[in-house]
């Protein structure tokens, strides 16, 4: 009896911890450097509500909602505290919408606001895009930011990739090129990242971006780490360090559960 009750609590378990989800939400929280001389604390929340249970069986638990081709709204915030005396936090909150027909169309709309002290800005963005194949995306967006009178357009077109290899493994890729025009200099910005998963549950990303606008110039280098220890418990980490006009760096941590 006690070898059958055991069987049972075990199947359960692992039928939970297997099982779909329809919403997930999470947590996160960093440190790091700007100047060379000014340290910070960020941390923040974010949380997404996908319209129909995701299917994880296809791949990856981190590409789950994207191989699934799930329609999903999502929300984000996050405050950043610089380490100066009498300096005001910057606080950020953006909400975004994704949107898959039946025909693989791909409709995107975001927003987001952020404030320090009397500064504020706040950029809108759409997009269109559609699945080139079950496992390839591509989007065209635009998106217009208003930073206290100033104002940066963007025009993007990005693609995201998962590719199956041998042995559970996977491959994930990004690749994305963008025009920026603001009210003095035009520019562009160009993207590329790729994700190695050893399996379901592990992934480790390497990324990196350059910027181009006027004299402006950045460069960031990002590595980042996903692991899910459970199929509904992800658990993240990532450092990225920042060059050229803009020098910076930063570690972060967080977790994340799907329901």
């Not at 791949?59 to 329609?71: Q, R, T, V």
């Amino acid at each position: 009896m006690k070898k059958t009750l055991l069987a049972i609590a075990i199947s359960t378990a692992a039928a939970a911890a297997s099982a779909d989800y329809q919403m997930e939400a999470g947590a996160f929280y960093g440190q790091g450097e700007v100047g060379g001389a000014v340290d910070y604390d960020v941390m923040g929340v974010a949380g997404r509500y996908n319209f129909e249970s995701v299917d994880t069986s296809k791949g990856p638990h981190a590409e789950a909602a994207f191989l699934d081709k799930s329609s999903s709204v999502g929300f984000g915030y996050n405050s950043l505290e610089p380490d100066v005396a009498g300096a005001d936090d910057v606080d950020s909150f953006d909400f975004d919408v994704r949107v898959v027909t039946d025909t693989n169309l791909i409709i995107e709309a975001a927003y987001e606001e952020s404030e320090a002290g009397d500064d504020e800005s706040d950029t809108f963005g759409v997009g269109v895009g559609t699945y080139l194949n079950d496992n390839t995306d591509i989007v065209v967006s635009y998106q217009t930011t208003d930073d206290d009178g100033e104002d940066i357009d963007q025009l993007n077109v990005a693609v995201h990739g998962v590719n199956p290899l041998t042995q559970g493994a996977t491959l994930a890729y990004d690749a994305a090129l963008s025009y920026v025009d603001t009210d003095d200099d035009s520019g562009h910005m160009i993207e590329l990242g790729a994700t190695y998963y050893f399996n379901k549950d592990l992934g480790v990303g390497l990324s990196a971006d350059l910027t181009e606008v006027g004299d402006y110039n950045t460069d960031t280098v990002s590595l980042d780490v996903s692991y899910f220890p459970q199929p509904n418990v992800e658990l993240m980490a990532a450092y990225f360090d920042q060059g050229g006009d803009v020098d910076a760096d930063g570690i972060m941590f967080g977790a994340a559960v799907r329901f």
